[in-house]
């Protein structure tokens, strides 16, 4: 089989972050909006849904097309190479969306690319008038973006933000994905200290922990192409036996939640211990009032409460001066902080170095960013 196109979905802002890990994996990319190209073999399937932290899905490109009319739709999509993946009991939902495009009913291109698919599959399974589906999952997705259609399989099935340690809800909970792409888009490292005031269900402590040690994120899940009978199980055998090999188990890592709320703490700690991270964070229970240190260069990434209803804006203001006053004696520290406030550097009293427009969900929000000094050559923090 000759190259897969790949395309690994992507939340706005993040595709240069999501580009950058797949390119850490070894294979070229190439940036578009909300998603990033690359090529690979089937291997590639395994490594890229075990490995990208930041992405939404893998998907396979079958085809990529310009279609103004549904006759167009339909003799372009049954034209593709469709029993090159599908089995004869496959298991094919299409599901759809339509952006800025001349053929705007969704339910409609759903309906057109099912019936070609058939066609498409009846050439090679001559005897077949209709087919079981009773077979594994391949969900097929037709995208229109100002007319032109394209083409995909999910390899992923379940998004690659469900890692599988986060089993407890806890309200207004951060992605793992962006949780992972605010973290990489720190100065952070594992030689320095990580600093979470508001950790909630500690998803920024786990994942950063999960960086440190480099520790492949969907290492302890399933995806749905591991169902499917045109990959071998060695593949996925071999690229989880990689993902082991290349963990770092021998780091002392200095990554510390604390938030107010017990409950929550209780939660963090126990999906720490599902991630398989827990002796290498620390959770507290504490006020954001008595948050003091006196290590140095260390990094404070949070995601503190945003204010979104009206009838806590006030509070959430006052917590935000609060922060200002709190960090101002960690001179020698850098802080993250995302929020979709849009007056927090006049609340906090400080303008960051850095500002970056991200989304948390459906929720515009800015990423700021303040840079403290570059930790000394050879400085090292006591743990204490």
Same mark, same amino acid.
């Given at each position: 089989m000759p190259k897969i196109e790949l395309i690994a979905t992507a939340t706005f802002g993040l595709e240069a972050i999501v580009a950058r890990e797949v390119r850490q994996l070894g294979y070229d990319a190439e940036v578009e909006n909300a998603r990033v190209i690359f090529q690979g073999d089937q291997q590639a399937i395994c490594r890229s849904n075990l490995w990208l932290r930041s992405a939404d899905r893998v998907l396979i490109r079958v085809g990529e097309f310009t279609a103004l009319t549904f006759d167009e739709l339909f003799e372009k999509t049954k034209a593709l190479p469709w029993a090159d993946w599908l089995p004869e009991n496959a298991n094919f939902p299409v599901e759809g969306k339509s952006v800025? %495009?001349? /053929?705007? %009913? !969704? %339910?409609?291109?759903?309906? #057109? !690319? =099912? =019936?070609a698919i058939v066609e498409s599959m009846k050439k090679k399974y001559h005897h077949r008038k209709w087919f079981e589906e009773d077979g594994p999952c391949y969900t097929i997705e037709i995208s229109l973006l100002k007319d032109v259609a394209t083409l995909t399989i999910d390899t992923s099935g379940t998004g690659l933000h469900k890692r599988g340690y986060r089993k407890l809800s806890t309200s207004a909970p951060l992605k793992e994905t962006l949780a992972a792409a605010i973290i990489n888009l720190s100065f952070w490292n594992p030689e320095r200290i990580l600093l979470d005031p508001f950790c909630g269900s500690g998803t920024i402590p786990i994942e950063a922990a /999960? #960086?440190? /040690?480099n520790a492949a994120p969907g290492l302890h899940r399933e995806f749905a192409a591991e169902s499917w009978p045109n990959i071998s199980k060695q593949l996925w055998i071999d690229a989880r036996q990689e993902a082991e090999d290349l963990m770092r188990r021998d780091l002392e890592l200095q990554i510390r939640g604390t938030d107010i709320n017990p409950k929550v703490m209780s939660i963090a700690r126990y999906h720490a211990k599902l991630a398989g991270v827990n002796d290498f964070v620390s959770f507290q229970q504490m006020p954001l009032s008595e948050l003091q240190t006196k290590r140095k260069y260390g990094c404070l990434i949070c995601n503190p409460p945003y204010g979104e209803r009206l009838d806590n804006t006030e509070e959430v203001e006052q917590l935000y001066s609060q922060m200002g006053q709190v960090f101002k004696p960690m001179d020698a520290w850098s802080f993250y902080v995302l929020t979709s406030h849009p007056n927090f550097e006049r609340i906090f009293g400080k303008r960051a170095d850095r500002r970056r427009k991200l989304y948390n969900g459906r929720i515009e929000c800015q990423y700021y960013q303040f840079y403290g000094p570059r930790p000394p050559k050879g400085f090292i923090n006591i743990i204490n």
């Open positions: 800025k %495009s001349t /053929l705007f %009913s !969704v %339910s409609d291109c759903q309906a #057109i !690319v =099912k =019936k /999960l #960086i440190g /040690l």
